[in-house]
């Protein structure tokens, strides 16, 4: 784990099969649902705009996702990760 999310959660995407997420994005998933978390801190919430930007290749910007709750950016974290596998050919 990066240290971005000092959480250790079960793996929200497959309930309870075995899972392939990596930590970060357990906890990505666990905020997008929308389940009891502490509020994300400036610097995971910075590594989450910073994620976004990067997977969507300049699809959106700073300015789009710093007014987003922390729902919200989880959701739009994950969706850039799927964004960009889509646009690779891998997904």
Not at 34 to 42: D, E, H, N, S, Y
């Amino acid at each position: 784990m990066s240290g971005v999310f000092d959480l250790r959660l079960n793996c929200w995407c497959f309930n309870g099969e075995t899972c392939i997420c990596g930590d970060e994005e357990k906890v990505l998933r666990h905020y997008a649902a929308g389940k009891p978390l502490p509020p994300m801190t400036p610097a995971q919430r910075e590594w989450c705009i910073n994620e976004t930007i990067s997977s969507e290749e300049g699809a959106v910007g700073r300015h789009d996702l710093e007014p987003l709750s922390d729902k919200e950016l989880a959701d739009a974290t994950i969706r850039g990760w799927k964004n960009y596998a889509v646009s690779q050919g891998m997904y």
